[in-house]
Structures are given as structure tokens and as C-alpha cells.
């Protein structure tokens, strides 16, 4: 195989070649653990509970800690919090959760102190990237190519940085007559953008570092450091754009959205239906299945999503419309217990899926363990908080009113976005 060209955002700050190469050395047990550390303290002076409110549908945590887990790379995913809420939403995404002390949650504590007190307590871990939480922009790749430097070329930390094309000028103090001067150009000869190679910045999306240098040298950057330039549309940074609406927008670009579901379960009452019976005169008792929710079951199924419809035990008079249900989506439809997740993982191992693979759609908190589970979850507008606080994401719509629909588009947005960076990752990938 011909080696892999080396490309321009994988330049290298000058290393120090006297560092010991720390990150060859395994722990007491003999084996590397890489491990993902995402910080996220409940406080926070501008939004509050920044770190979990919903961005594009998603909890802001939940983008990073997708790309994360997707990227395989993390022997572990953590996430360091010192609130239930954010613990919560931490483990429905697939991480570990370390409950941080009192003494590194203070304003003035810094994420260092929060770094080294987590390795403390997880002596198994060599090598540790801290992802920051707010910068939602972050794919696998990113991940996979910056660890590489760590454990196939021998460097001790890797940053992420952006190249910026910006002219500095000095800063004169208010009253001073003092004149700027310019620190990054000659404006007698100002380049064009195509003749100048810009600046690096860090953005701030995570900091690779082996143990001992955060240990002993108390340092994330520092050893043979390198750094991995990552694009613009990919840095972005919600502590800096405040505009939450145009923060959405980016990230709905050029975020990563997993890798496209293939199966989804869906609750009829509650979910396809209002949960509503209707009683007549002539003792027959209906429901009410609103088109657009059964329009967007057929879009799933002609993107190759099976979807299967779930019915409660306790639910006899849904039960009784079987034959109708199944006639009018084209789904199959099950009885699922107190517990769905028990009836419906038989189902899921048959299929031989990962549950990252899988969408669930649920409305009670019986549904909270296959919500949590699922790849993508949803529950509709006016679900219970025991279904709403477990779902990865929040319909628009009520029940029986447009939210299956509203998922299904989830589902299919997500799906094209995949498919479309698969591609992207493939023609980048030829070209190194």
C-alpha cells in the first residue's frame, strides 16, 4: 500500500525531542486505555444548563458524545458533571458518567484541576482527550486522525486548530497617544488571502494528552506536541456563537448526525395516535391516526427503514385493530409488556444491529430504557417527563397530530446527512 501523502492541517508544531515518549507506556495491567472526557459543570453564567439544552433537536452534550462513541477509537466515554439532569442525559447517550467534587465545580475551578482529579480515580487510563461540550461541529474523523499521532507516531498531546485569515493590529489604550501598529502585516504590502497562509488558533474541540503529562507536568499541551487543523465550518464554538439560531443552522450544515438508522419502533398510543378512544352508540370504540404520521411511516419504509409498530398489553381496544393497523402502514406490529425493552431486543439481535442503528419513538416512561438505548429517540410534544427527559430528541408536534411524521423527518435528515459525509469520507480518504 502506498504510504499516505501527509496533508496540510496535519503539520507539526516543532516537537521536543528529548521527551520521554510517554505515551508508549502502557498501564500497570500492560494495556493502553484511551478514554474520552467531555466536561460539563451545571452552572453556567450565560444559558442555563447550556451543556444539555437542545440544539437542532439534539442536547448540545449529545453531538460530542455521538462523534465520540461513533468514532470507536475511546476504550472508554466519560462524562464529568456535578448535575443529576446532565448525568442523566449523559448515560442516554452511551457515556460513563465521573460525579466531579465540590472543590473542582466552582467558577474559578479549572478544567485542569477537573482533568487531574478524574484520572485519580481511573488510574486504568494512558491517554485522555477532553472534548470540549460546545462545539457540536466535531466528527469521528477529526478524532480517529488527531489519536493517530498519539499512538502511531509517539507525540504526547494533540490540539485542534483553525486557520484564520485576520490582521492584528495592537491595542491602544483608551487616551493613549500612542499609535497601533500592525503585529501580523505589512500594509504596505498586503497579501492577498490566496498569498498568505493565515494563522492557526485553537478552536477548542479537545486536547489529546498522555497521563503523565497531565499528572506530572500538569499540562495538556507540552512533550512532542502537534496539532490537527481542523475546517472552518467544523470549528464551531457555542461559548462564542451566542446566536443560538445561527448556531443551529451550522450545525444542521455541517454537524455529524451517525450513520443512519435501518429499524425503528414506534408506540401507536400516544405516538401515531392521541391516545384518545372514541365511544359510539353502537358500542363500537375507535381511534384517531392523523395522515401526515402515516405519510411519514411510508417515507421511512422507501428509505429502507423497517418500522415496527408497538401496542401495550394493556391496550385492548388497539389490540383489536391489528389487521387494520397493519393493512393501512404496511408495518408489523407488536404486544409489548410493562417493559418494552425486553419485548423488543429479541427483535434487535435477530436483526444482528447495534442499537446506534435503531430509532424508537415512545411516549411514557416504560419507554425511558429503549429511548435511552436507541440511536435516535424521540416523544412527542406533550409526552410525560418521564418519556421527554429520556428521548434525544422533542417533536414539534403532540401525539396523533403530525409527531411521527415530524420524527420520520429527523430520521430521514439524519440518514442523508450520513450517507452524504460516508462519501465525503471516502473521497477524502483517496485523496491522502
Known sequence: MAARKKSKRENDTLPDRTSSSSSKRLCPSGKRHVAALILARGGSKGIPLKNIKLLAGVPLIGWVLRAAIDSE??????????????????KSWGAKVHRRSQEVSRDCSTSLETIQEFLKKNPEVTVLCNIQATSPCLHPSHLKEALKKITE?????????????????????????????PENLDPANRPRRQDWDGELYENGSFYFATRELVMDQGRLQGGR?????????????IDVDIDWPVAEQRVLRFGYFG???????????????????????????????????????????KDDVEVVLLVSREDHVIQLMFDKLKKMTGCKVMVV?????????????????????????GNDAADASCLNLAGLSAAPADAPPG?????????????????VRDFAEHVLLQKETAKVQMKQDRIDRHNF
Not at 73 to 90: L, M, N
Open 387 to 403: 418519556a421527554a427527559r429520556a428521548a434525544k430528541y422533542t417533536c414539534k408536534y403532540a401525539g396523533g397530530a403530525g409527531a
Open 73 to 90: 477509537e475511546f476504550d472508554s466515554v466519560w462524562v464529568s458533571t456535578d448535575h443529576d439532569e446532565i448525568e442523566k442525559v449523559a
Open 337 to 361: 409488556g410493562e417493559e418494552p425493552l425486553n419485548d423488543i431486543k429479541p427483535l434487535v439481535e435477530k436483526r444482528k444491529l447495534d442499537w446506534k442503528d435503531v430509532a424508537y419513538m
Open 259 to 301: 450513520r443512519g438508522v435501518s429499524l425503528m419502533f414506534c408506540k401507536v398510543s400516544g405516538c401515531l395516535t392521541d391516545g384518545r378512544v372514541f365511544l359510539s352508540v353502537s358500542g363500537e370504540d375507535t381511534v384517531s391516526v392523523h395522515s401526515t404520521d402515516t405519510a411519514g411511516i411510508r417515507m421511512l419504509q
Open 153 to 181: 507516531e509517539g507525540y504526547d498531546s494533540i490540539f485542534s486548530v483553525v486557520r484564520r485569515y485576520q490582521f492584528r493590529w495592537k491595542e491602544v489604550k483608551k487616551g493613549s497617544a500612542e499609535c497601533t501598529q
Open 225 to 237: 506536541v502537534a496539532y490537527f487543523e481542523m475546517e472552518p465550518q467544523h470549528s464551531v464554538d
